[in-house]
């Protein structure tokens, strides 16, 4: 599916009264730029800017930004895909308005909308699996619901347990730093690359569990309020850095049914990302007046928007795509385009939604912002519903633990450090062997010391279920049996990144 772009144009602020307008929304998914005979861009979505139709001006609301735009997303993430949107544009063109928004209930931005709805939705999907017959989903659609009531005609002991998790992260670029907004220390972090399609990961980034909307809009407050804003000639509380705010879902599902005295229990887990990335303002550092450090910066800034105009031109550019040939695409030139590798060309359903202001003395910035939003409507990614399989992926982390251990073994001869048992806690020789030659070694064990959070949200997911199972052992034998090969998934996970990080520190 290619990138949707969303065009909004904000209206007038009090200090532009008596501009003149230099952007008309022709209809409901094209705009022009430059009065009648001026470049008109066609977009999947246009919206505001229009001074003469009282209707498109109603439909500026957040809300409608959210129905219209935003909230398919949110359906996909609880359907098991990623998403990410991207707010890009000048300073003073509406970015934070658009995805944070005011405080009140109308001005709110899509963020916390897509927030209440997902939990609304998630907590439905919990309430209605809570001991009834049920098949789970969280985003029943009115005719999937009449099909739940046929299923469970035919299936009277089918029975299904929903549970779900949503924990928040948020990060801020700030020129080629990586930095924490949900943590008062404030260290820089470095990204840790996966090869193969995996997505890039920042290293030690808080993962905050959140039990509500108010709960996660209470971090995310605190956490704006760490990071850094600076006046500049254009605004006066311009952002000059980019955020990213992620929602990471994990939805299990397990349903058991009896047939014919029989236990069977099925556990699916889905495990979906919701990136909303408020980037800094797009305008070149010329015209903010700025000087001294407001001007290194913008040039820093500007690295990162640079970076990502050259991969969305590289992704985008049909000219540059030759069929047959893997295009080039220079995802390691910033940060900023590290961590959004799966948001473009990946794994992830992207929106752009490119803010400008109406005003002719915005113009330039204005057709700048147009023709780099219509590059991006080019880009094509491959967004898939992020499901474990269980045994398929568990094979496949056994045997890339087997790769890691081998090569770990390899590096620790060249550097020669075959006598470094001791320093390195469990990962002995003899285990690093057994692992090589694929044996089973107690995985639970190589418990890398940093990153424990996977399996330790799989036991707060599975706590309940666990301990009902210990009570009444005879009954769910099955259901323990798979629950227990999920928490494997996960120990083999944190396995191989453990011996990753070895590799990469022996190697170094
Ligand atoms: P940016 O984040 O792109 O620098 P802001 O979101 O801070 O810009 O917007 C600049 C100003 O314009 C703010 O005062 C904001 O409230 C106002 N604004 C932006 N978009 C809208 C809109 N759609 N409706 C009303 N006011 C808006
Ligand atoms: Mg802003």
Redesign the pocket.
């Known amino acids: 599916s290619s990138v949707q772009v969303a065009i ?1 144009v ?2 007038f ?1 009090s200090a532009e009264a008596g501009n003149a307008r230099c952007v008309e929304i022709v209809h409901h998914n094209g705009i022009r730029i430059g009065g009648e005979q001026g470049a008109q861009f066609t977009f999947d979505f246009c919206i ?1 800017g229009n001074s003469t139709a009282k209707a498109n001006n109603n439909s ?1 609301t957040q809300h409608y930004v959210y129905q219209t735009c935003v909230e398919p997303m949110t359906m996909s993430c609880l359907a098991g895909y990623n998403a990410t949107i991207f707010a890009y ?1 000048q ?8 995805v944070l928004g005011g405080s009140t209930h109308d001005t709110e931005g899509i963020l916390p909308r897509a927030l209440r709805d997902l939990f609304a939705r998630l907590e439905q999907a919990r309430d209605k699996s809570n001991g009834t017959h049920n098949n789970c989903s969280s985003n029943d659609s009115a005719d999937n619901e009449e099909k739940g009531e046929e299923k469970m005609e035919t299936n009277e002991n089918a029975n299904s347990n929903f549970q779900f998790e949503v924990r928040l992260q948020f990060l801020e670029l700030y020129g080629e730093e990586v930095r924490d907004l949900l943590s008062s220390s404030m260290t820089k972090l470095s990204i840790r690359d996966y090869g193969n399609g995996g997505e890039p990961e920042v290293v030690g980034a808080s993962e905050v569990v959140v039990s509500s909307p108010e709960e996660a809009l209470l971090l995310l407050e605190r956490g704006s309020f760490r990071r850094v804003t600076g006046a500049t000639a254009m ?1 006066s509380a ?2 000059r850095s980019h955020a990213i705010i992620s929602m990471l879902i994990e939805q299990q599902c397990s349903t058991s049914s009896n047939n014919e005295n029989e236990e069977e229990e099925e556990v699916e887990i889905k495990r979906s990302k919701f990136h909303f990335v ?1 980037l800094a ?1 797009s305008e070149r550092q010329k015209r903010t007046g700025a000087t001294g450090d407001r001007l290194k910066e913008g040039i820093d800034i500007n690295k990162g928007l640079l970076a990502l105009g050259n991969v969305i031109s590289a992704l985008g550019d049909p000219k540059k795509s030759q069929p047959g040939k893997k295009t080039f695409v220079p995802y390691r030139d910033s940060k900023l385009t590290r961590l959004l590798k799966g948001s473009l060309g990946g794994n992830h359903k992207t929106l752009m939604i490119a ?1 400008i202001s109406p005003s002719a003395s915005n113009m330039d910035e204005s057709l700048c912002c147009l023709r780099y939003a219509n590059r991006a409507k080019n880009i094509q990614n491959n967004a898939v519903i992020n499901v474990d399989a269980g045994s398929r992926k568990l094979a496949e982390l056994r045997a890339q633990v087997q790769l890691l251990a081998k090569e770990c073994l390899r590096v620790r001869k060249i550097a020669g450090e075959e006598e470094v048992d001791e320093k390195d806690g469990v990962l002995t020789l003899h285990v690093l062997t057994s692992l090589a030659k694929g044996e089973d070694v107690d995985v639970q064990k190589l418990q890398p010391t940093t990153t424990t959070t996977a399996t330790k949200n799989l036991s707060s997911i599975t706590g309940t279920s666990t301990s009902s199972s210990a009570s009444s052992p005879r009954v769910n034998d099955n259901r323990t049996m798979s629950l227990e090969h999920n928490a494997e998934f996960f120990r083999m996970r944190d396995a191989s990144r453990h011996l990753e990080d070895k590799v990469q520190s022996l190697a170094q």
Do not use: A, I, M, Q
């Open positions: 909004r904000r209206p602020l505001g500026n544009g300073t003073g063109s509406g970015k934070t308005h658009t605004n311009s952002s408020d303002g803010c």
